[in-house]
Nanobody, 122 residues
Framework: QLQASGGGLVQAGGSLRLSCTAS????????MGWFRQAPGKEREFVGS????????IYADNVRGRFTISREYAKSTVYLQMNSLKPEDTAVYYC?????????????????WGQGTQVTVSS
């Protein structure tokens, strides 16, 4: 139901754009979010966008570097990541919220993609 893509290996200071497409049944009227999980760490919130793209929220450690956007007609959400740092290395997951509005709480997301690896070298 969720397909994420766009991960890879990039040098510090570089950029990547992740994409995630949800089926119309699971994503069209719901907020969508991005989370990440580094080895040995808990999954953490990265950012979220409301159902119509009108509102976004970000984690403090990515605000100003990462941007979330969505194409409503395609049920696709993007995560543009700029000025990447080695500490951004993680598996990145997209998720569909139970709500129409952006949220940080992992438990409020009902559907999860399979994850895409992002590795930032120093």
């Amino acid at each position: 139901q969720l397909q994420a893509s766009g991960g890879g290996l990039v040098q510090a200071g570089g950029s990547l754009r992740l994409s995630c497409t949800a089926s119309r049944r699971t994503g069209s009227n719901n907020a969508m979010g991005w989370f990440r999980q580094a080895p040995g760490k808990e999954r953490e919130f990265v950012g979220s966008i409301s159902w119509n793209g009108g509102s976004t929220i970000y984690a403090d450690n990515v605000r100003g570097r990462f941007t979330i956007s969505r194409e409503y007609a395609k049920s696709t959400v993007y995560l543009q990541m700029n000025s990447l740092k080695p500490e951004d290395t993680a598996v990145y997951y997209c998720a569909v919220s139970r709500s129409s509005f952006s949220g940080r709480d992992l438990a409020s997301y009902a559907y999860w993609g399979q994850g895409t690896q992002v590795t930032v070298s120093s």
